[in-house]
Protein backbone atom coordinates (compact mmCIF):
# COMPACT_ATOMS: atom_id res chain seq x y z
CA UNK A 1 0.00 0.00 0.00
CA UNK A 2 1.43 3.56 -1.29
CA UNK A 3 1.55 5.85 2.20
CA UNK A 4 2.06 9.43 -0.53
CA UNK A 5 -0.71 11.68 0.21
CA UNK A 6 -2.73 12.62 -2.28
CA UNK A 7 -5.19 15.52 -3.27
CA UNK A 8 -7.00 15.87 -6.23
CA UNK A 9 -5.39 18.23 -9.27
CA UNK A 10 -6.42 21.35 -8.60
CA UNK A 11 -8.11 23.66 -11.10
CA UNK A 12 -5.82 25.81 -13.50
CA UNK A 13 -8.08 26.09 -16.60
CA UNK A 14 -10.06 23.36 -18.96
CA UNK A 15 -6.92 21.34 -19.65
CA UNK A 16 -6.61 20.44 -16.09
CA UNK A 17 -9.99 18.41 -16.37
CA UNK A 18 -10.51 15.36 -18.09
CA UNK A 19 -13.29 12.92 -19.72
CA UNK A 20 -14.72 11.19 -17.25
CA UNK A 21 -14.14 7.45 -17.50
CA UNK A 22 -17.54 6.76 -16.74
CA UNK A 23 -19.97 8.46 -18.47
CA UNK A 24 -17.44 10.27 -21.02
CA UNK A 25 -18.41 13.68 -20.81
CA UNK A 26 -15.37 15.73 -21.11
CA UNK A 27 -13.50 18.08 -18.73
CA UNK A 28 -15.08 16.83 -15.74
CA UNK A 29 -12.95 14.28 -14.51
CA UNK A 30 -10.32 15.77 -12.07
CA UNK A 31 -7.83 13.18 -10.89
CA UNK A 32 -5.80 12.27 -7.88
CA UNK A 33 -2.27 13.46 -7.67
CA UNK A 34 0.58 12.15 -5.86
CA UNK A 35 1.33 15.55 -3.81
CA UNK A 36 5.16 14.37 -3.49
CA UNK A 37 5.85 13.57 -7.43
CA UNK A 38 2.88 15.78 -8.73
CA UNK A 39 2.12 12.86 -10.96
CA UNK A 40 -1.35 11.38 -11.54
CA UNK A 41 -2.00 7.76 -9.22
CA UNK A 42 -3.66 6.39 -12.63
CA UNK A 43 -5.85 7.75 -15.60
CA UNK A 44 -9.12 6.69 -13.85
CA UNK A 45 -8.15 7.53 -10.43
CA UNK A 46 -10.38 10.69 -9.47
CA UNK A 47 -13.93 11.84 -8.97
CA UNK A 48 -16.28 13.43 -11.76
CA UNK A 49 -17.86 16.68 -11.19
CA UNK A 50 -21.25 15.74 -12.18
CA UNK A 51 -22.06 14.44 -9.07
CA UNK A 52 -26.16 13.86 -9.36
CA UNK A 53 -25.74 12.91 -12.99
CA UNK A 54 -22.61 10.07 -12.98
CA UNK A 55 -21.51 10.04 -9.23
CA UNK A 56 -17.89 8.39 -10.18
CA UNK A 57 -15.61 8.49 -7.54
CA UNK A 58 -12.71 6.21 -7.53
CA UNK A 59 -10.25 7.33 -4.73
CA UNK A 60 -6.12 6.44 -4.27
CA UNK A 61 -7.04 3.97 -1.48
CA UNK A 62 -9.68 1.67 -3.45
CA UNK A 63 -7.15 1.79 -6.06
CA UNK A 64 -4.20 0.64 -4.44
CA UNK A 65 -6.84 -2.22 -2.77
CA UNK A 66 -7.56 -3.29 -6.06
CA UNK A 67 -4.12 -3.75 -6.91
CA UNK A 68 -1.39 -4.07 -4.71
CA UNK A 69 1.18 -4.98 -7.04
CA UNK A 70 -0.09 -2.22 -9.32
CA UNK A 71 3.80 -1.44 -9.72
CA UNK A 72 4.84 -4.71 -11.08
CA UNK A 73 2.52 -4.22 -13.95
CA UNK A 74 -0.95 -6.21 -12.83
CA UNK A 75 -3.74 -5.61 -14.40
CA UNK A 76 -5.95 -3.20 -13.21
CA UNK A 77 -9.68 -3.96 -10.91
CA UNK A 78 -12.29 -2.14 -12.33
CA UNK A 79 -13.37 0.85 -10.18
CA UNK A 80 -16.57 1.34 -8.86
CA UNK A 81 -18.60 4.38 -8.62
CA UNK A 82 -21.33 5.68 -6.09
CA UNK A 83 -25.18 5.08 -7.38
CA UNK A 84 -25.73 8.73 -8.76
CA UNK A 85 -27.88 10.33 -6.45
CA UNK A 86 -31.68 11.89 -7.67
CA UNK A 87 -31.08 15.02 -9.80
CA UNK A 88 -31.96 18.61 -8.03
CA UNK A 89 -34.83 20.50 -9.02
CA UNK A 90 -33.45 23.25 -11.31
CA UNK A 91 -33.97 26.42 -9.83
CA UNK A 92 -37.32 29.01 -9.97
CA UNK A 93 -36.84 32.05 -12.26
CA UNK A 94 -39.45 34.44 -12.75
CA UNK A 95 -40.48 36.38 -15.65
CA UNK A 96 -38.32 39.12 -17.50
CA UNK A 97 -41.21 41.35 -17.75
CA UNK A 98 -42.25 41.46 -14.40
CA UNK A 99 -38.56 42.76 -13.27
CA UNK A 100 -38.94 45.46 -16.53
CA UNK A 101 -42.17 46.81 -15.49
CA UNK A 102 -40.80 47.64 -12.26
CA UNK A 103 -37.92 49.74 -13.53
CA UNK A 104 -38.81 53.07 -13.51
CA UNK A 105 -42.20 54.89 -10.87
CA UNK A 106 -38.21 56.41 -9.54
CA UNK A 107 -40.47 59.50 -8.33
CA UNK A 108 -41.32 57.33 -5.46
CA UNK A 109 -38.74 55.58 -4.83
CA UNK A 110 -36.64 56.85 -2.18
CA UNK A 111 -33.12 54.86 -3.06
CA UNK A 112 -33.06 56.65 -6.30
CA UNK A 113 -34.21 60.13 -5.22
CA UNK A 114 -32.01 60.03 -2.30
CA UNK A 115 -28.76 58.80 -5.39
CA UNK A 116 -30.14 61.67 -7.50
CA UNK A 117 -29.84 64.09 -4.77
CA UNK A 118 -26.47 62.66 -4.24
CA UNK A 119 -25.07 62.01 -7.43
CA UNK A 120 -27.42 63.96 -9.96
CA UNK A 121 -30.28 62.09 -11.31
CA UNK A 122 -28.54 61.57 -14.63
CA UNK A 123 -26.18 59.30 -12.64
CA UNK A 124 -28.70 57.97 -10.42
CA UNK A 125 -30.78 56.49 -13.35
CA UNK A 126 -28.36 55.75 -15.16
CA UNK A 127 -27.05 53.60 -12.02
CA UNK A 128 -30.97 52.06 -11.56
CA UNK A 129 -31.00 51.01 -14.73
CA UNK A 130 -27.43 49.25 -14.98
CA UNK A 131 -27.89 47.50 -11.81
CA UNK A 132 -31.59 46.70 -12.62
CA UNK A 133 -33.05 48.70 -9.74
CA UNK A 134 -37.16 48.39 -9.71
CA UNK A 135 -39.84 50.34 -7.70
CA UNK A 136 -41.99 48.01 -5.54
CA UNK A 137 -45.97 49.04 -5.65
CA UNK A 138 -45.49 50.52 -2.07
CA UNK A 139 -42.70 52.61 -3.03
CA UNK A 140 -39.92 50.34 -1.86
CA UNK A 141 -37.06 49.75 -4.03
CA UNK A 142 -36.40 46.04 -5.29
CA UNK A 143 -32.64 45.06 -6.09
CA UNK A 144 -32.99 42.25 -8.62
CA UNK A 145 -30.90 39.42 -8.60
CA UNK A 146 -29.76 38.61 -12.56
CA UNK A 147 -27.50 35.99 -13.11
CA UNK A 148 -24.97 36.70 -16.44
CA UNK A 149 -27.53 34.67 -18.91
CA UNK A 150 -30.48 36.91 -17.74
CA UNK A 151 -32.28 34.47 -15.75
CA UNK A 152 -33.95 36.57 -12.88
CA UNK A 153 -33.66 34.74 -9.45
CA UNK A 154 -35.61 36.71 -7.60
CA UNK A 155 -35.67 40.58 -6.16
CA UNK A 156 -35.05 41.99 -2.29
CA UNK A 157 -37.58 44.92 -1.59
CA UNK A 158 -36.18 47.23 1.13
CA UNK A 159 -37.51 50.90 2.29
CA UNK A 160 -35.19 53.71 2.49
CA UNK A 161 -35.29 57.08 3.82
CA UNK A 162 -34.19 59.64 0.94
CA UNK A 163 -32.47 61.99 3.05
CA UNK A 164 -29.87 59.83 4.74
CA UNK A 165 -29.86 56.48 1.87
CA UNK A 166 -29.96 54.45 5.12
CA UNK A 167 -32.90 51.03 5.63
CA UNK A 168 -35.91 52.41 7.34
CA UNK A 169 -36.34 49.65 9.73
CA UNK A 170 -40.06 50.68 11.30
CA UNK A 171 -43.24 50.91 9.80
CA UNK A 172 -45.62 54.20 11.04
CA UNK A 173 -46.86 52.23 13.77
CA UNK A 174 -43.41 51.01 15.46
CA UNK A 175 -43.78 47.23 13.95
CA UNK A 176 -40.46 46.21 12.72
CA UNK A 177 -39.84 46.44 8.68
CA UNK A 178 -37.86 44.18 7.21
CA UNK A 179 -36.37 43.40 3.70
CA UNK A 180 -38.76 41.36 1.41
CA UNK A 181 -38.73 38.69 -1.51
CA UNK A 182 -40.28 39.30 -4.66
CA UNK A 183 -40.42 35.73 -5.69
CA UNK A 184 -42.50 35.05 -1.96
CA UNK A 185 -45.13 37.70 -3.38
CA UNK A 186 -45.33 37.03 -6.71
CA UNK A 187 -45.51 33.20 -6.26
CA UNK A 188 -45.85 32.11 -2.63
CA UNK A 189 -44.56 29.03 -1.03
CA UNK A 190 -43.11 26.31 -3.28
CA UNK A 191 -40.53 28.33 -5.27
CA UNK A 192 -37.09 26.92 -5.57
CA UNK A 193 -35.11 29.92 -4.88
CA UNK A 194 -31.11 30.18 -5.91
CA UNK A 195 -29.51 33.21 -5.18
CA UNK A 196 -26.89 34.78 -7.62
CA UNK A 197 -25.03 38.14 -7.00
CA UNK A 198 -26.96 41.42 -7.18
CA UNK A 199 -25.12 43.13 -10.35
CA UNK A 200 -24.18 39.37 -11.62
CA UNK A 201 -25.96 40.32 -14.87
CA UNK A 202 -22.71 42.81 -15.65
CA UNK A 203 -20.19 40.12 -15.58
CA UNK A 204 -21.47 39.05 -19.34
CA UNK A 205 -20.93 43.23 -20.29
CA UNK A 206 -17.37 44.05 -18.72
CA UNK A 207 -14.80 40.42 -18.60
CA UNK A 208 -12.13 42.84 -17.92
CA UNK A 209 -11.85 44.71 -14.97
CA UNK A 210 -11.37 43.29 -11.73
CA UNK A 211 -15.13 41.76 -8.99
CA UNK A 212 -15.30 44.18 -5.95
CA UNK A 213 -17.88 42.15 -3.60
CA UNK A 214 -19.75 43.98 -0.95
CA UNK A 215 -22.77 42.61 1.36
CA UNK A 216 -24.92 45.08 0.71
CA UNK A 217 -26.66 46.36 -2.73
CA UNK A 218 -27.08 49.64 -1.45
CA UNK A 219 -23.37 49.82 -1.26
CA UNK A 220 -22.42 48.12 -4.58
CA UNK A 221 -24.37 50.55 -6.18
CA UNK A 222 -22.89 53.70 -4.45
CA UNK A 223 -19.04 52.23 -4.72
CA UNK A 224 -19.33 51.72 -8.65
CA UNK A 225 -19.02 55.71 -9.17
CA UNK A 226 -16.61 56.08 -6.39
CA UNK A 227 -14.42 53.49 -7.46
CA UNK A 228 -15.04 52.82 -10.65
CA UNK A 229 -11.97 50.60 -11.33
CA UNK A 230 -13.84 47.91 -10.08
CA UNK A 231 -17.35 45.54 -11.45
CA UNK A 232 -19.12 46.05 -7.92
CA UNK A 233 -21.39 43.18 -7.05
CA UNK A 234 -23.43 42.25 -3.38
CA UNK A 235 -23.97 39.43 -1.83
CA UNK A 236 -26.87 41.50 -0.09
CA UNK A 237 -26.51 39.64 3.53
CA UNK A 238 -23.23 38.54 5.59
CA UNK A 239 -24.71 35.18 4.79
CA UNK A 240 -23.80 34.91 1.67
CA UNK A 241 -25.45 31.60 0.47
CA UNK A 242 -24.10 32.97 -3.34
CA UNK A 243 -20.30 31.43 -2.55
CA UNK A 244 -21.68 27.82 -2.29
CA UNK A 245 -23.33 27.84 -5.35
CA UNK A 246 -21.55 26.36 -8.13
CA UNK A 247 -22.79 28.39 -11.30
CA UNK A 248 -21.47 31.88 -9.15
CA UNK A 249 -18.37 30.10 -8.95
CA UNK A 250 -18.29 29.40 -12.01
CA UNK A 251 -19.39 32.87 -13.27
CA UNK A 252 -16.79 34.56 -11.17
CA UNK A 253 -13.76 31.72 -12.27
CA UNK A 254 -11.36 33.77 -14.72
CA UNK A 255 -11.77 37.06 -12.48
CA UNK A 256 -9.45 38.71 -9.92
CA UNK A 257 -11.77 39.23 -7.01
CA UNK A 258 -11.93 41.38 -4.29
CA UNK A 259 -13.90 40.81 -1.39
CA UNK A 260 -14.77 44.13 1.11
CA UNK A 261 -16.48 43.21 4.48
CA UNK A 262 -18.29 45.58 6.91
CA UNK A 263 -16.14 45.81 9.96
CA UNK A 264 -16.37 43.09 12.14
CA UNK A 265 -16.92 40.28 9.76
CA UNK A 266 -13.51 39.76 8.81
CA UNK A 267 -13.34 36.45 10.01
CA UNK A 268 -16.30 35.32 8.15
CA UNK A 269 -15.44 36.65 5.20
CA UNK A 270 -11.88 35.13 5.02
CA UNK A 271 -13.39 31.64 5.43
CA UNK A 272 -15.58 32.69 2.48
CA UNK A 273 -12.43 33.43 0.61
CA UNK A 274 -10.59 30.05 1.65
CA UNK A 275 -13.33 27.92 -0.08
CA UNK A 276 -13.83 30.06 -2.62
CA UNK A 277 -9.99 29.56 -3.39
CA UNK A 278 -10.33 25.63 -3.05
CA UNK A 279 -12.67 26.45 -5.67
CA UNK A 280 -10.50 27.70 -8.50
CA UNK A 281 -10.83 31.48 -7.70
CA UNK A 282 -8.20 34.22 -7.09
CA UNK A 283 -9.73 36.10 -4.17
CA UNK A 284 -8.45 38.54 -1.35
CA UNK A 285 -10.12 39.95 1.37
CA UNK A 286 -9.88 43.58 1.91
CA UNK A 287 -9.00 45.00 5.52
CA UNK A 288 -9.43 48.67 4.62
CA UNK A 289 -11.80 49.30 6.91
CA UNK A 290 -10.37 47.53 10.43
CA UNK A 291 -7.65 49.82 10.33
CA UNK A 292 -7.17 50.46 14.11
CA UNK A 293 -6.57 54.42 13.16
CA UNK A 294 -10.09 54.75 11.35
CA UNK A 295 -12.01 53.01 14.76
CA UNK A 296 -15.25 52.49 12.80
CA UNK A 297 -18.02 51.40 14.60
CA UNK A 298 -19.31 47.51 13.92
CA UNK A 299 -21.43 46.29 10.50
CA UNK A 300 -19.45 49.67 8.88
CA UNK A 301 -19.13 49.61 5.24
CA UNK A 302 -17.74 51.46 2.28
CA UNK A 303 -20.75 53.34 1.41
CA UNK A 304 -21.07 54.55 4.57
CA UNK A 305 -17.66 56.36 4.52
CA UNK A 306 -17.61 57.68 1.00
CA UNK A 307 -21.36 59.12 2.26
CA UNK A 308 -20.09 60.34 6.18
CA UNK A 309 -16.59 61.88 4.67
CA UNK A 310 -17.33 63.61 1.41
CA UNK A 311 -17.42 67.08 1.00
CA UNK A 312 -20.71 68.88 -0.21
CA UNK A 313 -19.64 71.09 -3.84
CA UNK A 314 -21.93 72.90 -5.97
CA UNK A 315 -21.29 71.61 -9.75
CA UNK A 316 -22.45 73.39 -12.81
CA UNK A 317 -25.33 70.47 -13.24
CA UNK A 318 -26.98 71.44 -9.84
CA UNK A 319 -26.30 71.62 -6.31
CA UNK A 320 -25.20 67.96 -4.59
CA UNK A 321 -25.15 66.96 -1.05
CA UNK A 322 -21.66 64.65 -1.19
CA UNK A 323 -19.18 65.27 -3.83
CA UNK A 324 -17.98 62.61 -6.09
CA UNK A 325 -16.47 64.79 -8.53
CA UNK A 326 -14.16 68.10 -8.71
CA UNK A 327 -16.34 71.27 -9.54
CA UNK A 328 -15.25 70.96 -13.10
CA UNK A 329 -16.88 67.36 -13.08
CA UNK A 330 -14.34 65.25 -12.99
CA UNK A 331 -14.84 62.14 -11.00
CA UNK A 332 -12.23 62.05 -7.93
CA UNK A 333 -11.88 58.37 -7.52
CA UNK A 334 -11.06 57.62 -11.23
CA UNK A 335 -7.42 58.11 -10.64
CA UNK A 336 -8.06 55.23 -7.53
CA UNK A 337 -5.61 52.34 -8.46
CA UNK A 338 -6.42 48.80 -9.18
CA UNK A 339 -4.99 46.47 -7.45
CA UNK A 340 -2.79 44.43 -9.28
CA UNK A 341 -3.24 40.70 -9.87
CA UNK A 342 -1.71 37.84 -8.00
Same mark, same amino acid.
Given at each position: ?? @????? %??????? =???????????????? $?????????????? +???? @??????????????????????? =????????????????????? *? %????????? %??????????????? !??????? !???? &???? #?? *??????????? +?????????????????????? %????????? $?????????? &?????????????????????????????????????? +???? =?????????????????????????? &???? /?????? *???????? =???? $?????? #? $???????????? &?????? /???????????? #????????? *????????????????????
Amino acid at each position: MN @NHPFA %LQRYTGR =ASRYPCPACEKPHQFT $RYLDTQTGEPVNER +VGIC @NRVAGCGYHYPPKQFFADNPAHS =AGATWAAPVWHKPLPPKRPAD *T %LPWQVMERS %LGHYASNAFVHGLAE !LLTEDVA !LSLA &RRYY #VG *TSQDGGTVFWQ +VDESGAVRTGKIIHYDADTLKR %LKQWPNGRE $RTPQWAHTKL &RGTGYQLRQCLFGQHLLALDRKRPVAIVEAEKTAVVCA +VYLP =AYLWLATGGCGAPQFKQPDVVAALRG &REVL /LFPDTG *TIDKWETY =AQEL $RKAGLR #V $RVRHDLEAPDLA &RPPNWD /LADEFLAFAQPV #VLTTGPVRW *TLTEPDGYPVFWDYPTEPSE
